[in-house]
């Protein structure tokens, strides 16, 4: 094949080429174990410290509030089972959203079996979450609440200045996943007020297999995988240095021009809405206004959704139905089918996701394809 549009960056974007410089000596000349107390240990714990630094940096946290993992979904899994395991008696309540990533949502139904009392907050129609419907639910024998950031699938952004809020006031602590806000959201940890927030470097140019919790000082969250001391004795395993490095690099380059990145982001998807409503008939575009810049959920009314993104692949255009975590089963998003969308309409629904190298041009071509594409399976 030879043109690709990459329209799926909420599954993954491409890393870039600076992120890659960055990480480079950290895969060859400094290849030392950050445990080791030699020189060439040093320079890898050199390198791990200046991305550790820089992390809490941008997110207004401590040094060592900061804790590398193996991505978004062993932060998930790192801040439900290790609050759970250290919860106080008398707090075996834990509250998520209906709508929550799957790493978030079968490691909760995962701690119901070992005893955990499992609550689920609805979002409204649109997706949105209310931070009193946490309260509504109860708070009091809480351990752990948790409300994502923006959703994987719509890109609704939620209220976690309120949710944090509610749930220190009843003692609960409040977890954030902000995998897809990151990157493009000027988030700071302690403007939130938050307990603990996970994210994933190659959900904003970073590469795969490193991912990040903050745990704020002072919260008691017990380790997830244990070995060695590294990431202070809460995450064993030699630790991933060039991956580190790669992620606080991308984080770094997403910081600068923020609000220029964004908006140009959110111009090509506003451009690409525009055409596809004018262009194509009968489409509903799911959930609100107040949505990251570059995600756009798609139903096309009567369309089989998995013929169509086969049709579109044909073509070069990655897309996704869903989740890309939800791919190649044959059941319809939960999310959108917690928003009210029958069975029919989750499955003739598409999720474009946009990033910073996506331009007009693609979406032109995108647009066009998706045309004759729509054609093929409704003929
Ligand atoms: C992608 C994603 C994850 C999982 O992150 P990985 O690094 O791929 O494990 C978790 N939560 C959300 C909202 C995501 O979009």
Redesign the pocket.
């Given at each position: 094949m030879d043109k690709i549009v990459y329209f799926d960056n909420?599954?993954t974007t491409p890393l870039s080429e600076e992120v890659l410089r960055e990480m480079k000596p950290y895969l060859t000349d400094f290849y030392g174990n950050a445990n080791s107390v030699h020189t060439v240990g040093r320079q890898a714990v050199k390198g791990l410290d200046m991305a550790r630094e820089t992390v809490a940096d941008i997110l207004g946290a401590d040094f060592n509030e900061i804790y590398f993992t193996s991505?978004?979904?062993?932060s998930?899994n790192f801040a439900l089972r290790g609050s759970f395991l250290a919860r106080e008696k008398g707090r075996d309540k834990l509250v998520v959203s209906s709508i929550e990533?799957s790493?978030?949502l079968s490691t909760a139904s995962e701690l119901e079996k070992q005893g955990a009392k499992l609550s689920m907050v609805k979002p409204d129609k649109n997706g949105y979450l209310l931070a009193s419907d946490y309260e509504k639910v109860g708070l009091s024998d809480c351990f752990l609440a948790g409300m994502?950031f923006a959703n994987?699938e719509l890109g609704t952004i939620q209220p976690i200045k309120e949710f944090a809020k509610v749930c220190s006031n009843f003692g609960a602590l409040s977890f954030v996943?902000s995998?897809?806000a990151m990157g493009v959201t000027d988030i700071k940890v302690k403007d939130l007020g938050v307990s603990m927030l996970?994210f994933?470097g190659?959900?904003f140019g970073g590469p795969?297999g490193v991912?990040v919790l903050y745990i704020k000082n002072g919260v008691k969250v017990a380790p997830l995988i244990t070995g060695g001391y590294q990431e202070r004795s809460k995450r064993g395993g030699t630790s991933n240095v060039a991956g580190a490095v790669g992620l606080a690099t991308a984080l770094k380059l997403s910081r600068i021009d923020l609000e220029k990145q964004t908006a140009n982001i959110r111009s090509v998807k506003d451009y690409f809405i525009k055409k596809v409503l004018s262009e194509i008939g009968g489409v509903t575009i799911n959930g609100g206004e107040n949505s990251l810049p570059g995600i756009v959920n798609i139903t096309f009314n009567g369309i089989d959704g998995e013929a169509l993104l086969y049709a579109l692949d044909l073509k070069g255009v990655c897309a996704s139905l869903g989740a890309a975590c939800s791919a190649g089963t044959i059941e319809p998003s939960r999310v959108l089918k917690e928003i009210g969308l029958s069975d029919i309409d989750a499955k003739s629904s598409i999720r474009f996701s946009f990033y910073k190298q996506n331009t007009t041009q693609e979406v032109d071509y995108a647009v066009e394809v998706l045309k004759q594409a729509i054609k093929k399976v409704s003929g």
């Open positions: 909420a599954a991505g978004g979904t062993e998930n990533h790493a978030v994502m994987n996943d995998v897809q996970s994933s190659h959900k795969k991912g």
